[in-house]
């Protein structure tokens, strides 16, 4: 065990925790603002990688380009989903759980019927293809990529919701929903503007993962359980997945060095059933009454 | 006429809690409402935020008839609200609780009204302190100066003395005065004392068992009707 494949199993738990946390990010503002378990999360993830192939395969936008508009189109497909469906069930979190579930089986299914079962591919330009050596450690330049637009999308959302007036009104609805309305905030409006910017996150997620995996109608399933696991284990704030992404992805990289990726995964879930009995509000538990 | 009720019914669920109140608010006035805990008093400051169940009978500010308009709407006509337990938001700095109440202003200016600081210095030194750590006292303050960042014709203070040490209730009382009588910021408020209401209020509003028992210019309060309705 030398030195600089540790080092290199370190970096790629920086890739894998970019990964973890990247598809746990619009779960993460969809319950923390608006308490809703979002089970259609896997699902908006694959409607994001299918977007980016449909602009990709039919109009022939650039990767690049794919990503922002696979944002778009996922946010505004969370968006109608919110406001047809979501919008209705805000106090009944069981509720919100089936129909959301519904949601993601019957995106699915419509998937399938339009594309098919068999697996698509996202094309990347090549320079993404290649990898990247530093001294010791090597790494993919697309996992770097999706580091780079992880950290880019954390800051983002910090700004927003820590800089913003924006953010102001989305905490105040989360700590209070009754003073912020009290105080001129329309609830309602906020949450379905986070229930679309968490779809939209979902729609980035799908873009990248669309590279690293192929495109399928399932594929969101596996992501759906991660990002879960993170919300849960981080207490449902954005510091709290970002650190229980962090810590999962550089565990699962050190113990798939020590043995393999499965016993590695095997671990990882073990280990945040054992957190999760002595800690069930998980990382950082938020205060206040919601409604 | 600033705020009036006529008829107003309210219910959580299917539990009716005000039974037709009707009162009228003058412009600059202040109006206490008072009575025993439990006969509606709160009701009546939520009935007017609209954050009650249902609501029958109509709710007029200035003109316009606010009785189906959401809660979100109504505080930008000009009402601002000093909730029961004060309603702090624990996790916000003192700067972001008194934000909050500028999302309601017509204008939307995104700054911290000048009034409010000048009249709590306390709350000018702590901007960035998290509101959760304040004391009774200062969290009623920040209130006070949350509601003020609205722009208020009309402050709805409820209870503004419970729970605080009684030379901040004489502080908060000299404060509550001057808004009313040199800013002309009409008032409502809800008091168990007697005393503060006597001294700051220039009609009264008896509540009984979610009913309107009795109603005035804070002079026609007499012992009798104290002794009646709000001994146990």
Known sequence: ?291 | MLLSFDKVSSYYGATQILRNVSFDLEQGQCLCVLGRNGVGKTTIMRTIMGLTDRTTGSITMGDEAIANKPPYQRAGYGIGYVPQGRGILADFTVRENILLGTFARKDSAPEIPELCLRIFPYLRENLDRRAGLLSGGQKQQLAIARALAVGPQVLLLDEPTEGIQPNIVHEIGEILRMLNKELGISLILTEQHIKVARKLGDAFLMVDNGRVVARGPIDEMTDELVERHMTI
């Open chain 1, 1 to 291: 065990m030398d030195f600089g494949s540790v080092l290199n199993a370190l970096i790629l738990g920086v890739s894998i925790a970019s990964i973890w946390l990247i598809a746990a990010l619009g779960l993460t503002i969809i319950y923390g603002a608006a308490g809703v378990i979002n089970m259609a999360h896997g699902a908006l993830i694959m409607l994001g990688a299918y977007s980016s192939y449909m602009l990709q395969h039919y109009i022939g936008v650039p990767y690049l380009l794919c990503i922002p508009a696979s944002f778009v189109i996922v946010a505004i497909i969370g968006l109608v989903l919110e406001r047809g469906l979501i919008q209705y069930l805000y106090d009944r979190p069981l509720d919100t759980l089936l129909a959301t579930y519904g949601v993601s089986l019957v995106l699915v299914q419509g998937v399938r019927l339009i594309f098919g079962s068999d697996p698509k591919y996202l094309a990347v330009p090549e320079i993404f293809s290649s990898n990247i050596s530093l001294g010791f450690a090597n790494i993919s330049t697309f996992r770097v990529v999706v580091i780079a637009v992880t950290a880019l999308l954390v800051l983002a959302l910090w700004i927003l919701f820590y800089k913003t007036r924006f953010g102001i009104q989305v905490r105040a609805v989360m700590q209070n929903k009754e003073m912020a309305a009290s105080f001129g905030i329309n609830s309602s409006r906020i949450y379905m503007m986070t229930f679309a910017l968490g779809a939209g996150l979902a729609g980035v997620a799908g873009s990248l993962f669309g590279v690293l995996n192929i495109v399928l109608p399932t594929m969101g399933d596996s992501y759906v359980v991660q990002a879960f696991l993170m919300v849960v284990a981080g207490g449902g704030t954005l510091a709290g997945t970002v650190i229980a992404s962090g810590f999962t992805g550089e565990l699962q990289s050190v113990f798939a060095f020590i043995t393999n990726d499965t016993f590695a995964r095997f671990v990882i879930f073990l280990l945040i059933v054992v957190f999760l009995r002595f800690r069930p509000q998980g990382l950082f538990a938020k205060g206040g009454v919601r409604r």
